[in-house]
């Protein structure tokens, strides 16, 4: 069984930067292999794919320019850069094995709050 802990997050004024982390771990885990991706849930919305990563990089429009997405393979790490925050990126954010939304496993997640 696979486990994702997220961490990174916090309060940050608009136009601020944060950078979240997400540690994988399992022993049967091949993190290098696998397609990783952020996600995030904002206040009363559903989830929200934000960026994805596997041999390249693909970002949700709303984030693109500012979100940068990447992955330290020898250490099971996965990144999400973001710069130019915006209020409407407050959520909480949360890593995980890319696939469709309805059957992906939540950890605890991270929460980012932008103010204005």
């Known amino acids: 069984q696979v486990q994702f802990v997220e961490s990174g997050g916090g309060l940050v004024q608009a136009g601020g930067s944060l950078r979240l982390s997400c540690t994988a771990s399992g022993s049967t885990f091949r993190f290098s292999a696998a397609i990783m991706a952020w996600y995030r849930q904002a206040p009363g919305k559903q989830h929200e794919l934000v960026a994805v990563?596997?041999?390249?990089?693909s970002y949700v429009d709303s984030v693109k320019g500012r979100f940068t997405i990447s992955r330290d393979n020898a250490k099971n790490i996965l990144y999400l850069q973001m710069n130019s925050l915006k209020p409407e990126d407050t959520a909480v954010y949360y890593c995980t094995k890319y696939g469709p939304i309805a059957t992906r496993n939540w950890g605890q997640g991270t929460q980012v709050t932008v103010s204005s």
């Open positions: 990563i596997d041999s390249g990089a």
